[in-house]
C-alpha cells in the first residue's frame, strides 16, 4: 500500500513538472517573437531619430559657417564691436 501511495505521488510530481515545462515553452514560443518585434521597432524608431539629430545638426553647422562667412562691412560705422550702438561721432546711443 505504501508503495502505491509514493508511486501515486511521484505520477503527480513527473506530471506537474512536465505540465509547468510545456506551459514555459509555449510561453517562450509567444513572448519571444512579441519581445523581439518591440526591440526591433524601438531600434529602428532610434535609428530615425538619430539621423534626424544629425542632419539638425549638419544643417546648423551649415547655418553658422553661412553666417560666418557672411558679407564683411554690414554694420554700419555706428555699430560697435561689443554690440552696442554708437553714433557716427563717436557718442553712444541708450
Known amino acids: 500500500m505504501e508503495e502505491q ?13 512536465v505540465t509547468f ?11 519571444l517573437p512579441m519581445v523581439y518585434n518591440y526591440v526591433h521597432g ?3 524608431q532610434i535609428n530615425h531619430e538619430i ?11 551649415a547655418e553658422v ?3 560666418r562667412s557672411g558679407e564683411k562691412g554690414i554694420c554700419p560705422k555706428y555699430c560697435a564691436i561689443d ?4 553714433f557716427e561721432d ?3 546711443r541708450k
Open 5 to 17: 501511495q509514493r508511486l501515486h505521488a511521484y505520477r503527480f510530481v513527473a506530471y506537474s513538472a
Open 83 to 86: 554690440g552696442g550702438v554708437f
Open 51 to 61: 539621423q534626424f539629430c544629425k542632419h539638425s545638426a549638419r544643417d546648423i553647422f
Open 42 to 44: 524601438i531600434k529602428t
Open 90 to 92: 563717436g557718442t553712444r
Open 65 to 67: 559657417n553661412h553666417i
Open 21 to 31: 515545462s510545456v506551459v514555459a515553452v509555449f510561453s517562450l514560443c509567444i513572448t
